[in-house]
């Protein structure tokens, strides 16, 4: 597939694994998180790691947007999703994520909540359409990179003068959680960072910037394929190497300095920080999450239903904040591939298409921990 296979090339790749080898100084460790959910599917899917030299780690980071969100948010979806007059609208991976005491939106739709799963925010415009007689909601989720759409979605209402819609927003932003990483109380040791690609599409370079210059850590922004994410971490090696800490972007073909410009002033123009978030994993994390604006008001689900914050414990028997934390993997925990499995998740992490222990679930990652420690 062009554009696809010619960043896939076995021989290319090799290449660069001899140039980390040969980069990469046996006397010291090199220890890089790759943010993104999709840049640890890319490196289980690849078996990247296995083509690393042992000083070379990645650690896994929080950047899977379903992964963090808590489960009381989930349960406050619950509690709305089985009022009578509602339709609420979720995307699919949504549906199996854990809320407290083992609930599910699968499992409240299975009580009879009238939950529809759509595949872009204009589905939940026009269930609203069909549907004037019944309050729609759709549960808007993710980091910078779907919130765009979901403006789309806001205007499209406005245009249309719907007053049968509304937007529960769990839009979250990457440089805050980024920085509570490194702020952490726990802290993990962390050489530099692996740039998410989606997300910097929209909102550039400059956000990373203050990692580079206030916490001297390199960051370098890289697509999905195995020769991005390998010429990625070449590349901060050899940040490492030279003592040099820059925001570099590997991913040119697809992100510009700036971002999208256009995408940034419209999410600005509709929508504005809150001054606390809760995030699995993470915890409360200040102005780290998007929130209407007031002009918008009428839209925003949270106020319309007087939706109360909900604050819940993870299941203390699952690892998944940890995890999140990039403090341990999925194989340390004691539920992984037991009790916890794709089709009986425990914890978020399991769930979703970009979290780490499916990632390691789905490419067999698991299954080389355990010959290792059989051998």
Not at 51 to 56: F, I, K
Request: a neutral charge.
């Amino acid at each position: 597939m062009k554009y696809a296979d010619e960043f896939r090339d076995k021989e290319l790749a090799t290449g660069l694994a001899r140039a980390i080898r040969a980069k990469a100084d046996p006397s010291r460790a090199y220890r890089f998180m790759e943010f993104c959910g999709g840049h640890t599917h890319a490196i289980a899917r690849y078996g990247l790691e296995d083509m690393l030299p042992d000083n070379v780690r990645m650690i896994h980071g929080p950047g899977c947007p379903v992964c963090v969100l808590p489960a009381g948010r989930i349960d406050m979806a619950i509690a709305l999703a089985e009022r009578p007059d509602i339709i609420l609208c979720v995307y699919g991976d949504l549906m199996r994520v854990p809320g407290s005491r083992g609930s599910s939106l699968l499992k409240a739709k299975a009580r009879g909540a009238d939950i529809r799963m759509v595949y872009s925010t204009l589905d939940a415009i026009a269930l609203a359409e069909q549907n004037p007689s019944r309050e729609v909601v759709f549960f808007a989720i993710g980091f910078e990179t779907t919130t765009p759409p979901t403006a789309v979605m806001i205007r499209a209402a406005e245009k249309k003068s719907l007053t049968n819609f509304s937007v529960f927003c769990n839009h979250v932003l990457t440089p805050p959680a980024m920085r509570a990483i490194l702020d952490s109380d726990t802290p993990i040791e962390i050489d530099g960072f692996v740039g998410p690609a989606h997300v910097s599409t929209v909102i550039g370079t400059e956000p990373y910037a203050p990692f580079a210059r206030d916490d001297r850590k390199p960051v370098v922004i890289a697509g999905f394929e195995p020769l991005d994410m390998m010429q990625a971490i070449l590349m901060l090696i050899e940040q490492v190497n030279d003592g040099r800490h820059e925001v570099e972007n590997q991913y040119r073909r697809a992100v510009a300095g700036g971002g999208n410009q256009r995408a940034i002033k419209e999410v600005a123009a509709l929508f504005e920080l809150r001054d606390q978030f809760e995030w699995r994993g993470l915890g409360s994390i200040p102005a780290s999450a998007l929130k209407l604006r007031s002009a918008f008001a009428h839209l925003d689900a949270e106020l319309r239903f007087a939706m109360a914050e909900r604050v819940v414990a993870d299941n203390p028997a699952c690892e998944c904040p940890a995890i999140l934390r990039g403090l341990k993997k999925p194989v340390d925990c004691k539920l992984f591939g037991t009790a916890c499995t794709p089709e009986t998740p425990v914890g978020s992490c399991m769930v979703s298409s970009e979290g780490a222990c499916a990632a390691h679930w789905t490419y067999g990652r698991f299954r080389d921990h355990q010959r290792r420690l059989a051998s």
